[in-house]
């Protein structure tokens, strides 16, 4: 792992600092408000997508297994599990009005969401968050505390588009996690499974709300 790191700080080095800082602006930061001011849904997904598959472009022949897989996922289930629990309990305390209204009002959309979700949502942000912002900016962000506190910050910004501040504290919480397990195992599919099931169990507890870009803008 070490050996990987050490390689993506070479490769990004050659590149003046300031051109990637430039780079990781532009794209972190012009990406989430272009699609904000254009509130077009659609421009959303597009933007994700391309710059997912140009990312997954750039850095083919970077992945990394984890040392111990089942070491790895049986933690992912641990984490999820505990902290799955807490965040339960909150919302159900914070707003009993809202728990569960998916499943319990529209079953057969929040069935289509859990498979749908991890699919068309997981993928090109873990790319992108993770794998992508991890390999090619190792140079600009060279601890593994900076490498994780850049992608959370970038993670929860690119939320803003959601128009609340629930969102934003929610990924960046989120982003955090991801981040740091992330430097440690190096595993794109271990990072899209943790991420899949907090976002999954987000909307089934009935805080989608936060993360629907319909409803923001109307009110924008």
């Known amino acids: 792992m070490t050996q990987t790191v050490h390689s993506n700080v070479a490769a990004s080095s050659a ?11 532009l794209l972190f930061g012009g990406g989430p408000l272009l699609i904000l001011a254009a509130r077009r849904p659609l421009l959303l997904f597009v ?38 629990l807490l965040l339960t309990l909150l919302c159900w305390l914070l707003s009993p009005a809202h728990f569960l209204e998916l499943p319990r009002q529209r079953p057969r959309f929040w069935l289509i969401l859990m498979v749908l979700y991890p699919l068309l949502s997981v993928w090109p942000q873990e790319v992108l968050y993770r794998q992508f912002l991890f390999s090619r900016y190792a140079a600009l962000f060279r601890t593994p505390s900076q490498r994780i506190a850049a992608s959370a910050v ?4 690119a939320h803003v588009i959601f128009l609340n501040w629930i969102a934003i504290a929610l990924t960046v919480a989120g982003g955090l996690l991801f981040a740091r397990d ?18 999954c169990l987000i909307f089934t507890l009935g805080m989608g709300r936060y993360f629907y870009t319909g ?3 109307h009110h924008g």
């Open 154 to 157: 970038a993670f929860g910004f």
């Open 47 to 84: 933007l994700l997508w391309g710059a997912a598959l140009v990312a997954a472009w750039f850095i083919r022949g970077k992945r990394a297994l984890p040392h111990h897989p089942l070491r790895e996922i049986s933690a992912v289930i641990a984490r999820f599990l505990f902290l799955g």
């Open 182 to 199: 992330y430097e440690r195992h190096r595993s794109l599919r271990l990072s899209c499974l943790e991420h899949s099931l907090f976002g």
């Open 15 to 25: 590149r003046p600092p300031w051109r990637s800082g430039f780079e990781f602006a």
């Open 215 to 217: 409803a923001a803008w």
